[in-house]
């Protein structure tokens, strides 16, 4: 997929944009602190916990997309791509709260490691492969192969950036407990789904949104 060339454009400082904040990332951690996840067995609803961690998510996969669309219309060089991203990382991937949310904010970074990956694997070109031979290596692999295992669902995801077609014809619905490479595949999903949403988004960058 050819990218437009980038001229690197400067923000004007009057519409100066931050793609995420420490404190969005607070104002979500408190709300969910304060939501219960536990299912009623009364009711087939998802329990609201549930419901506003999923839109906790896909607000951050919205926001770091957000710079990839940027980069593909040539808007970001691949340094200054990677500078913004670097700053978001920085938030989502910093020190875990000393509370209840612990364990399922350590799930959402080791979901998120394959955003970030992917991101950083299409911004330094490093792309390659078909998704469905890569999907198979990757399911060829154990856990106790994390690495190996990131590294491919990155090279998908970044594929995926770039317009790729996955991951919804591979993920498996017959497992009751999916592994890692199949939560990076999830993941990987969703990204794809984020990037349409945000069809129009570098025609309104820079217009006080």
Known sequence: MARKKSTDK?????????????????????????????????????????????????????????IVKLFLNGSYSAPTALA????????????????????????????????????????????????????????SLGDDKAEEELEIAATIGALVLEGGSCCGKYLRADLDEPNLFDDWLIEVDDMGTAMKTLKNFEEQFGEGI
Request: glycine fraction near 6%.
């Open 10 to 66: 400067v923000e004007p400082q009057s519409v100066l944009y931050y793609f995420y904040t420490q404190e969005r990332w607070d104002n979500w951690l408190q709300t969910l602190e304060e939501l219960s996840f536990d299912e009623d067995p009364e009711s087939e609803e998802m329990p609201e916990g549930l419901h506003s961690l999923n839109n906790f998510t896909e607000d951050i996969n919205i926001s770091v997309l957000k």
């Open 84 to 139: 913004k991203l670097d700053e978001v990382e920085a938030i989502i991937m910093g020190p875990i709260p000393d509370s209840d949310m612990a364990d399922i904010i350590a799930g959402v970074q080791m979901r998120f490691l394959v955003l970030f990956a992917a991101c950083k694997k299409l911004f330094e070109g490093g792309a390659a492969g078909e998704i469905k031979d890569l999907v198979k290596e990757g399911r």
